[in-house]
């Protein structure tokens, strides 16, 4: 199990895409879970309402999605179990496209940045971390 969630190929690509995604989520989760870059901060974050009712209770699902990014964030940019840190991303990604900027496509409060943000996340989760990453050397490089 181990080594299928470090297995990762030798593709240059994915580096850039590790960084420029896991450096935008750490900013996000930081400003969620510690209220850094003028964020709302964990209990306020807690207290919004989730993006659909059946997401009870809503502090958990809007906790779960701050530690979510942040977590992610940090994995993907390490390199280090790159798919579940890009799992966690997509699954944010989703949530937030579906029940937060839908239908609305572009920015302010569109969707085309967590769209981007989405593929990104999916480019990870299927080709795994790349060169310069944990995974890599977790795998012996192979």
Same mark, same amino acid.
């Given at each position: ?18 960084? $420029?995604?896991? %450096?935008? *989520? ?11 870059? &003028?964020?709302?901060?964990? /209990? ?20 779960l999605a701050a530690v979510s990014e942040l977590v992610g964030g940090i994995l993907v940019l390490l390199g ?5 840190? $890009?799992?966690? %991303?997509? *699954? ?11 239908? &609305?496509?572009?920015?302010? /409060? ?22 310069l990453s944990v995974d890599r050397m977790i795998s012996g490089g192979?």
């Amino acid at each position: 199990m181990l080594r299928r969630l470090v297995q990762t190929g030798s593709s240059w690509p994915m580096v850039p895409l590790r960084l $420029a995604l896991g %450096i935008d *989520f750490i900013g996000h989760g930081l400003q969620k879970v510690l209220g850094t870059f &003028n964020g709302p901060g964990f /209990a306020k974050f807690t207290s919004f309402p989730t993006p659909f009712p059946f997401m009870r209770p809503a502090w958990l699902w809007m906790g779960l999605a701050a530690v979510s990014e942040l977590v992610g964030g940090i994995l993907v940019l390490l390199g280090l179990f790159t798919r579940v840190g $890009a799992f966690l %991303i997509t *699954f944010v990604m989703i949530v937030a496209i579906v029940g937060v900027h839908w239908p &609305n496509f572009f920015a302010p /409060a569109g969707m085309e940045l967590a769209m981007a943000m989405l593929g990104m996340s999916l480019a990870l989760l299927i080709g795994g971390g790349g060169q310069l990453s944990v995974d890599r050397m977790i795998s012996g490089g192979r």
